[in-house]
């Protein structure tokens, strides 16, 4: 049906071809026929628009209209998920604060302890070297105190030797040897 008058429209249009141009007569006013035919040819012009272009342009708006609908959602979407992470990091930041505050605070308390931990591990070393060196000191005191002894020992060993072959005779030497017995059977008897 549709094809027929568009064959229709393009016969008149061909057989009067004045008309399809719009072309004036000689006349100085217009007549009730070529307004009629601007309407018809008007008229012929929206049935071809509407007959090819209409289903284009509804396809068109409407697969724009869904593609903005789309769109729109995708976005909707978007922005709840970027207000989410907003809103989580904030709460992320706002404790942020908090945590930093509380991590400071616990390592001023763990540096404290660790300075008292090494001063008392110093005082406790400087203590025990302080022992040590006393206990050195005395040794080397007591072992510079046995040598002198010794060797006082051994001088005055040698001096009695001397003096012992220079003075010691046989009356001497029977006393000496007498008291020895005589201490030998004390000790025997009791």
């Given at each position: 049906?549709?094809?027929?008058?568009?064959?229709?429209?393009?016969?008149?249009?061909?057989?009067?071809?004045?008309?399809?141009f719009c072309q004036e007569g000689g006349e100085s006013g217009g007549s009730w026929l070529s307004l009629l035919f601007y309407v018809l040819n008007f008229g012929a012009f929206l049935a071809i628009v509407v007959f090819?272009?209409?289903?284009?342009?509804?396809?068109?708006?409407?697969?724009?209209?869904?593609?903005?609908?789309?769109?729109?959602?995708?976005?909707?979407?978007?922005?709840?998920?970027?207000?989410e992470l907003f809103d989580?990091?904030?709460?992320?930041?706002?404790?942020f604060v908090e945590d930093k505050a509380n991590l400071r605070k616990e390592m001023d308390e763990e540096t404290a302890r660790e300075v008292q931990?090494?001063?008392?591990?110093?005082?406790?070393?400087?203590?025990?070297?302080r022992r040590d060196a006393e206990l050195t000191a005395a040794a080397i005191?007591?072992?510079?105190?046995?040598?002198?002894?010794?060797?006082?020992?051994?001088?005055?060993?040698?001096r009695a030797r001397e003096l012992l072959a220079a003075q010691f005779n046989a009356d001497d030497q029977n006393r000496l040897i007498e008291e020895f017995s005589e201490r030998l059977r004390t000790?025997?008897?009791s």
């Open positions: 049906m549709k094809r027929k008058v568009a064959i229709t429209a393009a016969l008149g249009l061909l057989t009067c071809p004045s008309l399809a090819y272009a209409a289903p284009v342009v509804r396809k068109f708006f409407c697969d724009r209209s869904t593609e903005i609908r789309e769109t729109r959602s995708g976005l909707e979407a978007a922005l709840a998920k970027a207000q989580r990091s904030a709460a992320r930041q706002a404790t931990r090494i001063a008392s591990t110093a005082k406790s070393s400087a203590d025990r070297i005191a007591e072992a510079g105190q046995r040598a002198l002894r010794r060797s006082l020992a051994e001088l005055a060993a040698a000790e025997a008897v």
